[in-house]
């Protein structure tokens, strides 16, 4: 199924950054019940108004005027891509790697969790492959990681 009406633009605003900061964090409740978040809900709603929207490049999924997911892009890296978790498998996930790989047709790289299965099908769906694995000491959950490249086909 695929959400058809949904509109991918750039995020603009501490609106937006309110938004993305709701879906992150339900999301990755959601996707993540196992991993202990590294700060509290607030700390997370600052960072993505003080960081996250003012610095990176971060897109907004909209449909019915609610955001429904969000990707942030940062030197041909994928920083965040999540979506509300009843809108996954509606096919804006792959429209957020598309534009991604648009925005960075030298190559990307993004790291996830490595309890985060369904995270490695959906990448390695979209071209990339496993090309570190830590013990998560670099992250401040402390939970192992491994992150994923794509390069573009010559």
Known sequence: MTDAAVTLRRAAGSDDA??????????????????KRAHSDD???????????????????ESGGAVVGMMALELGRIEQLYLAPEHRGRGI???????AKERSPGGLELWTFQV????????????????????????????????????PEN
């Open 18 to 35: 309110a938004a993305v900061a709701d879906v992150w964090l339900r999301s990755y409740d959601a996707a993540l019940p196992t991993v």
């Open 43 to 61: 700390a997370v709603r600052d960072f993505f108004r003080y960081v996250v929207v003012p610095e990176q490049e971060t897109w907004v999924a």
């Open 93 to 99: 996930g792959d429209r957020f790697v598309q534009l």
């Open 116 to 151: 985060n299965e369904p995270a490695h099908r959906f990448y390695e769906r979209h071209g990339f492959g496993a090309a570190e694995r830590t013990d998560g000491s670099r992250n401040e959950e402390r939970e192992p990681d491994v992150r994923y490249v794509w390069a």
